[in-house]
């Protein structure tokens, strides 16, 4: 009994088991028959989807294939039609070809007709040339030098007519206008003339006075002298004492300084270094002011300290008898005036104007003129090239560069050549009147030459027998060339050639 106990839980272990066996083995052959039904609808599928691609890429091939048909038909034709036109054009180049060979072949034949008849020419002209020279007893070469002459002479007068005739009109309109602007220019300034000179007279209370400047052993003269670098000329003069000097600034300094150590009355030697310091302060102040007054008055800024004080200066600087910051000052006005009235830049003609002349002020001891230490100080200045060539050419040392600089010449020499502007000694008058009739005398046929209108015009008498009337012509404009090259003056000079032929007989 105890044994059926013992087999029946084995029993029924070992058929569970069989039976988890069983149902194992079952699910394995429905998971085998699913996946064998998967494999074999995947397979249908991947076949099915195979003959779509396959259909999809036959009908691509298809449709590649009529694509590159289509493309090769139109480019078939369009080889045809280019072998078409090839042709046509190979035709026309063989016709054009033919013609110009007809045309080359009709040259030829045109060429060698012209040899011909152009030896024949030559021919009759030879035999032509040969008969006119038995005529005319004359060679070829003669012939053609008695034509070239006449023509010469007709040329020359026909365009000596014309020239007096556009001189005529030009002259009628330039002067009118020219006059127009330089009067409407002139009237804008009010001009100032000084003396130049090289001597200042201080005036005295009393002749006492000139003991105490003189001092013990002349020691208070010397002092004064020696600060402020003059000469004191203390002569038989009432009341008076001379200063002299060629330094304008130095010069001022001295004058101011004895005046007020005559007001002061102290006058020793440490007091005479003591006012000449403090008039040197203000004398450099006031060149300071002016040059600013003058810049002010012109609407001119952006310039250096140092410029202005070396363009106040000028102040004290004098040429002819014409204060130069005032010419300066006068060719600036002028020369903006005349660069409004042609377009030019206005205010850089205005500016060289001014500064034309500032080497003038210039405390230098080098050789060179004042146009070229004016350049040097321009160029320190950092103006601009246009202004350091007006300056350098307002002379004409050198050349033009822009028509301001040409404006700024012609300003200066209205500026100066005005009447009252300046003062010129009598040596210079008379050199000048001179100089005018050596250079008319100095040409052959000259009879007599006369300077009249003080120097503004030079009348010439010449000799009928030798001079004609075209020569005459000729002859004042080589006059007035010379007058221009070997001569300075200001303003213009007036050139007036005189020819008369006077017969005369008497009846008895």
């Excluded at 030009?170 to 020219?178: D, P, V, W």
């Excluded at 008898?321 to 660069?339: C, D, K, M, P």
């Amino acid at each position: 009994m105890w044994i059926l106990y013992a087999i029946l839980p084995l029993a029924g272990l070992t058929l569970g088991w069989i039976i988890r066996w069983l149902y194992a083995r079952f699910q394995l052959t429905a998971s085998e028959q699913r996946a064998e039904r998967i494999k074999q609808d995947a397979i249908k599928e991947a076949e099915a989807k195979k003959k779509e691609i396959l259909l999809e890429a036959k009908e691509q091939v298809i449709r590649e294939r009529n694509q590159q048909e289509r493309e090769t038909r139109e480019r078939r034709a369009e080889l045809q039609r280019y072998e078409r036109r090839v042709v046509q054009k190979e035709e026309l180049i063989e016709k054009k070809t033919g013609q110009i060979e007809k045309i080359e072949q009709t040259l030829a034949n045109k060429e060698r007709v012209f040899e011909e008849r152009e030896e024949a020419l030559g021919r009759e002209e030879e035999r032509y040339r040969e008969e006119l020279e038995r005529i005319s007893g004359l060679t070829a070469e003669q012939a053609k030098t008695l034509i070239i002459q006449n023509l010469e002479n007709e040329a020359k007068h026909d365009a000596q007519a014309l020239i007096n005739k556009i001189e005529q009109e030009a002259n009628l309109a330039g002067e009118k206008k020219a006059r127009d602007i330089l009067v409407a220019t002139m009237q804008r300034i009010v001009p100032e003339v000084t003396g130049e000179v090289t001597v200042s007279t201080v005036p005295l209370p009393n002749d006492e006075m000139k003991g105490r400047i003189i001092g013990r052993e002349g020691r208070n003269i010397r002092t004064l002298e020696t600060l402020a670098g003059v000469d004191i000329i203390i002569d038989d003069t009432p009341e008076a004492v001379v200063i002299s000097c060629f330094d304008p600034v130095r010069r001022e300094i001295a004058k101011i300084s004895l005046e007020r150590l005559i007001t002061d009355g102290r006058i020793h030697p440490a007091r005479i270094e003591e006012i000449v310091t403090r008039v040197s302060r203000d004398i450099s102040q006031r060149m300071f002011e002016e040059g600013e007054k003058v810049l002010f008055d012109l609407g001119i800024h952006n310039m250096k300290q140092d410029a202005i004080k070396d363009l106040g200066r000028l102040y004290f600087r004098t040429s002819y008898g014409q204060n130069v910051l005032y010419h300066s000052r006068e060719v600036a006005i002028i020369a903006g005036t005349l660069a409004a009235e042609i377009g030019a830049n206005r205010e850089l003609a205005k500016r060289g104007g001014l500064l034309h002349d500032i080497g003038k002020g210039a405390a230098t001891d080098s050789d060179l003129n004042h146009a070229e230490i004016g350049m040097d100080m321009a160029r320190k200045m950092g103006e601009d090239p246009r202004i350091i060539n007006a300056i350098g050419s307002h002379h004409e040392d050198i050349e033009h560069t822009c028509i301001e600089s040409v404006l700024v010449q012609i300003a200066d020499a209205i500026s100066a050549a005005r009447p009252g502007a300046r003062r010129e000694t009598l040596d210079n008058y008379v050199k000048r009147l001179e100089n005018l009739e050596k250079i008319a005398m100095g040409f052959e046929g000259i009879a007599k030459a006369y300077a009249i209108q003080a120097g503004r015009e030079l009348r010439i008498i010449v000799e009928n027998e030798k001079v004609s009337e075209e020569q005459s012509r000729y002859l004042v404009k080589d006059i007035a060339k010379k007058i221009e090259n070997d001569l300075r003056y200001p303003g213009r000079i007036k050139v007036t050639i005189i020819r008369e032929t006077r017969i005369v007989e008497y009846a008895r």
